[in-house]
DNA sequence: CGTTCACTTGATCGGTGTCAAGCCGGGTGG
DNA sequence: CCACCCGGCTTGACACCGATCAAGTGAACG
């Protein structure tokens, strides 16, 4: 397919990508304030913009492989992405979940550990490794965000960690309905359905089930015992409704 | 117990707790080299030193508490901890294994979302989470250290998430035998029997299934069949030793 | 209109959890 | 010194959750 293609043009030859985008600015950037480059101010900025690329990515693409030399380091500016490990027999773990104003690709492994690839369309702002680094080495503050970043992705994989370790098929799919819920907080409250929540869900069953550490079958099934208890909804594809958080909460069995 | 004591020792009064270990020199430390402190020469380390006090814990001791404020900074001098989560109803989970050179404690939370307990005897270099975090200012090169390690971290909880999520138990206990062996390098060859390698377990069943996500039934049925398909033999109480290591190595379905 | 892909649903099987009993070694106290 | 206890570990019987295999539905798309 693509993928080598790409890589390849990341690496070397950028103008060349029929992914590259025109130059922006950090001024319009929908994730300046939030991303990791929050912690330049914009005269400093300038050092990161004079090296980055924008780039979009289709659905489906695996934008790094497992075991790919890592050049590349990039922060989401939208879309979703999802970070993968795979076992020799192909039983595959996804690891990660990246969005808006995450950042991807390790800067110090030399090779990557995990696949990512876009759940969604996605678009990066991608940087050389190497020329990434030589920044990094002149603002620590930017290495400050680096390292406060690191270790939420550390808390919060320790809490799937949990998940994976202890809980049940409802538990963990209520878990994950709840993570996506917290992730987006879109809320779509009417007068007498104060509870109502809709929200967008990228991820098909297979997807949820590789995160959760269970079959599709099962997690298809929890989907529709919940939508028979009337715990949600879905009112379309790709949609989700949630009709009682409450019961959701209890069902999740939250940690204290 | 004494829990409480000790961490409020910890906060306030380290002078008065029984734990404390007379003061002791950075150019003794037997990580001074593979912790955090490498990134400071021996001029700067002076100011961890001036802050730091060593002190020892008993097994089986709760150094953190889950949702305590996290004013602890420590490097493992000697011992193994554990980390672990909690549901509501009491199911457990390990989350983290932390032996000497490692480093316990988030600078950056306001609480632990771990507690931090320890399996063997234990002897920690602490640090007052402030006064560690302004030498830290003054150091990016100590931060760097630490970006390092938490995503060193990050890559080897993600490797657990896989195995939680995709392995069987028998593949599980494997791995963990594995890790175990990778940790400690512990080799007694002869000539007969070369791959004869004897090592000590400090984890009872029980932590080994908490960190497994198993109950320790299963891994106790585990461990005997993989002692009666000579696999591995249990020499004595807190030992192992691999009798196969290549099959060990095909049980444990290593990623790719 | 047929194909494809995501999803659902059903039937069955096996691995792992659960409950329970028993074993082993170490420590304690009579 | 032995009897007893206790905690860690092992082993057995059984139930059940979730995986597996298989068929069917529905929506999107050419």
Redesign the pocket.
């Known amino acids: 397919m693509f993928e080598s293609k790409v890589l390849a043009d990341l690496q070397g030859m950028p103008q060349l990508s029929p992914f590259l985008l025109p130059r922006a600015h950090c001024a319009d950037c929908p994730v300046r304030k939030s991303s990791v480059c929050c912690a330049l101010d914009d005269k400093h900025v300038t050092e990161l913009a004079d090296i980055m690329t924008h780039r979009h990515f289709a659905a489906g693409h695996a934008i790094v492989h497992q075991e790919d030399t890592s050049e590349l380091f990039a922060i989401v500016l939208e879309g979703t992405l999802k970070l993968s490990r795979v076992l020799e027999d192909g039983r595959q773990q996804i690891v990660g979940l990246l969005s808006a104003s995450d950042s991807l690709g390790n800067i110090f492994a030399r090779k990557s550990h995990d696949t990512a690839e876009c759940v969604t369309d996605v678009t990066l702002c991608c940087f050389p490794r190497k020329r990434f680094d030589a920044v990094l080495k002149r603002h620590p503050e930017l290495q400050h965000q680096l390292l406060l970043r690191a270790m939420e992705d550390l808390d919060e994989t320790r809490q799937w960690m949990l998940a994976l370790g202890q809980k049940?098929?409802?538990e963990k799919v209520a878990s994950f309905l709840l993570w996506l819920w917290d992730k987006q907080q879109y809320r779509v409250a009417t007068e007498q359905d104060r509870d109502a929540l809709i929200m967008t869900c990228p991820f098909?069953?297979?997807e949820i089930a590789e995160f959760l550490?269970?079959?599709?079958?099962?997690t298809?099934?929890q989907?529709?015992r919940f939508r028979t208890k009337h715990v949600i909804a879905?009112p379309s594809?790709g949609q989700i409704e949630i009709k009682n958080l409450d019961t959701l909460r209890r069902l999740a069995e939250q940690e204290r």
């Open positions: 049940s098929a409802e098909k069953r297979r550490g269970l079959t599709l079958e099962t298809s099934r989907f529709s879905l594809h």
